[in-house]
């Protein structure tokens, strides 16, 4: 057994343990056992270390509670990605990626997670099911970037993964293997150098970390994700918008800043999905939209991920931005700064004067569309500087 495994063994993962180690007057055991029996729990070592009072933001992450029985709102799959699943393991849902289900399990388990419906039973992610998976990936030239997730992709051992990477590194077409992982908020002692040395050989390997609170980013998974990135590995990182964790521009540009240190890009913040049993954790998407627009302008353009909504039911990701243009018109936009003041932007002569056709035509009617639920607006006499009026 290796160290990581070994440190694994010493989560906490059931309600017991967890009496025990947080104290039986704070935790309501019988009240929690049935959102127990509902999804798993772990949380390891490093996990519990982020955790500094009952209830936190590292807490709220991992502890169930008996509102994820409440699934008034919630769909099982609540993103379809079974819909788009030609073969057992595979979801197809963009023209040139796939998603590729690689492992069942997790070093702890998010209360919030999308995929609750499969994840931690081995039967619903099975591991003898990769030869579909591999033929349907061989037989799609179209597909050039393969995501492999799970569950953590990282709990498999270095030889299972090798054995993955071998396989796609024999399809031409596979140019981009990416790995879904929180890894290395959980159990960063699995970045050993060994997987590194290993992975070097299967590049590009990209890896997309997760991490929605700057508690995380503790010195142990700062200097291993530093091991990923000196591998050569391009390291992002997805963050989920949730309530009681990370709704809040202040955390999240802390944490996005911390991210950055790490050699980390932000990558997406998500808004929570509409799971069943995750409720409790969503947010409105205006409170995304302020999030954003704390961060844009505020901190490098670097540290500014994509918002967006996952599409219930398959509809893919959708970026959401707030509103900085006030008016488009053939003449001028008219759009304000991320301090809040106005600028005026010239449109270039030519989308005037040439009459719309093909592309064209189709991107004119657009900001017919617009300037039409405008009042009209008298031509603009001076330069974008002097059109600045602030506010
Ligand atoms: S690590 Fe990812 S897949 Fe695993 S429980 Fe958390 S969100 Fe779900």
């Known amino acids: 057994m290796s ?16 009496a025990e180690k947080f104290g039986r007057d704070v935790i309501d055991v019988d009240g929690l056992r049935p959102a127990f029996d509902n999804f798993q729990m772990r949380l390891t070592p490093a996990a519990l270390d982020q955790i500094h009072e009952v209830g936190d933001p590292m807490w709220n992450q991992y502890v169930p509670t008996v509102q994820e029985l409440d699934i008034v709102d919630g769909v099982i799959d609540s993103l379809d990605e079974d819909g788009d699943s030609p073969v057992p393991n ?115 390997v990209y ?91 505020w901190t490098s353009g670097l540290a500014v991920p994509h918002f967006v909504i996952d599409a219930p039911g398959g509809g893919g990701k959708v970026p959401l931005l707030p509103e900085y243009v006030e008016e488009i018109n053939d003449e001028e936009v008219i ?5 809040g003041e106005r600028y005026v932007y010239k449109q270039p002569r030519h989308a005037v004067s040439v009459p719309a056709c093909g592309t064209a035509a189709a991107a004119e009617s657009d900001v017919f569309s617009i300037q039409a639920a405008k009042k009209p607006r008298k031509k603009a006499s001076g330069g974008a500087k002097r059109r600045k009026t602030g506010t």
């Open 3 to 18: 160290d990581w495994q070994k440190i694994l063994h010493e989560s906490v993962d059931t309600l017991d343990k967890l």
């Open 90 to 204: 595979i979801t197809h849902r963009y023209p040139d990626r796939v998603l590729f289900l690689v492992s069942p399990v997790c070093a702890s388990y998010c209360r919030f997670c999308t995929r609750r419906r499969k994840v931690g039973d081995p039967e619903k992610i099975p591991l003898n099911q990769f030869e579909s998976a591999f033929a349907y990936i061989r037989a799609h030239p179209e597909i050039r970037d393969v995501i492999m997730s799970g569950g953590d992709p990282m709990m498999l051992s270095d030889r299972r993964l090798e054995y993955l990477f071998q396989k796609l590194r024999e399809i031409p077409h596979v140019e981009i293997i990416r790995i879904g992982s929180r890894i290395t908020s959980h159990l960063p002692q699995r970045i050993t150098p060994e997987f590194c040395d290993m992975v070097r050989k299967y590049h590009p």
């Open 207 to 297: 890896m997309n970390t997760h991490f929605n609170h700057p508690s995380e980013l503790t010195p142990e998974t700062v200097a291993a994700l530093g091991r990923l990135a000196d591998a050569g590995i391009p390291l992002g990182c997805q963050t989920v918008l949730l309530r009681g964790v990370n709704d809040d521009a202040g955390v999240m540009k802390e944490l996005m800043q911390k991210l950055m240190k790490a050699r980390v890009r932000p990558y997406y913040i998500y808004m929570a999905d509409q799971v069943a049993g995750g409720e409790h954790f969503r947010t409105t998407v205006e409170k995304g939209l302020e999030i954003i627009k704390a961060l844009r302008g």
């Open 335 to 339: 759009f304000r700064n991320y301090a």
